[in-house]
């Protein structure tokens, strides 16, 4: 069944309808008196509706947003390796949609610098450019330390829970080898600050960098660099909790900064061989 301007579905008085087609199309209409209110035709027993315009837009803005986070993921994590050529055709049927909202999709993962189209060819996974990413962890010093500054003062005994317990699933992942665990981690960290700086603008100028250098992390953590960089997101959260416990919140903008300083030269080590 595919989404259009309006949505037709037939269906003989069940209390409970669930409209099955594509997982990402799942809905479900709870009462039967709500089909009545929306207005039906009546034939043999059978109801026909006509889903509201702007029940079926947001439908379909949704299912472009799960499109959208499921190639994403697939690109950072590497399960679409940098060169690799995405057809659209062959997504939309993967999908289940036409090819239009794959289109737009595309073009938001390219806005994002994730993709880039070549002409006749199709949309290719960007390349990963070491010289690119290293300037961008330059800016990442600047903004992240930002961030912190304003983070500190508003750090709650609620977030000092949280950065516990993340130190504690970080010990339980230096004994088993997960490294999209330990990436979630490190993001879930970084939410904590997000929250306590409470400013969305400097949060997605964050993420954006972030996940620009992502797939960089992500490549040495599957390899045999695992060890050292769980060790590296503990230590950091073992000395966020020590400033917190200890009432003195002005060293967290060092740690932070001394920590993505680190990291970044760990990458260069693997990747530039410099020492």
């Not at 590497?78 to 999908?95: M, S, T, W």
């Not at 996974?125 to 304003?150: H, K």
């Not at 981690?185 to 100028?205: F, M, Q, T």
């Not at 740690?255 to 990747?271: A, C, D, G, P, V």
């Amino acid at each position: 069944m595919s989404f259009h301007c309006s949505l037709w579905v037939a269906m003989a008085g069940m209390e409970n309808i669930a409209l099955n087609c594509h997982p990402l199309h799942a809905l479900y209409v709870k009462n039967i008196e709500f089909i009545r209110r929306v207005g039906y035709l009546k034939k043999f027993n059978w109801h026909i509706i006509k889903m509201p315009r702007n029940l079926i837009s947001n439908l379909s803005e949704g299912m472009k947003e799960n499109i959208y986070n499921t190639l994403r993921e697939r690109i950072l994590y590497l399960e679409y390796k940098p060169g690799q050529i995405l057809n659209e055709k062959v997504l939309a049927d993967e999908f289940g949609v036409s090819r239009s909202p794959i289109k737009e999709v595309l073009s938001r993962l390219e806005w994002d610098q994730f993709i880039r189209v070549i002409p006749r060819t199709g949309s290719m996974v960007t390349e990963i450019e070491f010289s690119r990413i290293m300037n961008v962890y330059q800016v990442r010093f600047e903004i992240e330390s930002f961030e912190t500054n304003l983070a500190k003062e508003k750090l709650s005994t609620e977030h000092g829970k949280q950065f516990e317990h993340l130190h504690g699933t970080c010990q339980r992942l230096i004994e088993e080898k997960n490294p999209r665990g330990v990436t979630e981690i490190d993001i879930a960290l970084r939410n904590i600050l997000h929250d306590a700086a409470g400013n969305p603008v400097l949060a997605d100028l964050s993420d954006g960098l972030y996940f620009q250098t992502f797939r960089v992390w992500f490549s040495i953590l599957a390899q045999n660099e695992y060890q050292d960089e769980v060790a590296a997101v503990q230590i950091e959260l073992k000395k966020i909790m020590e400033c917190l416990i200890s009432g003195d919140k002005n060293d967290l903008v060092t740690i932070r900064r001394t920590q993505l300083i680190n990291h970044f030269e760990r990458l260069r080590r693997k990747f530039l061989g410099v020492l």
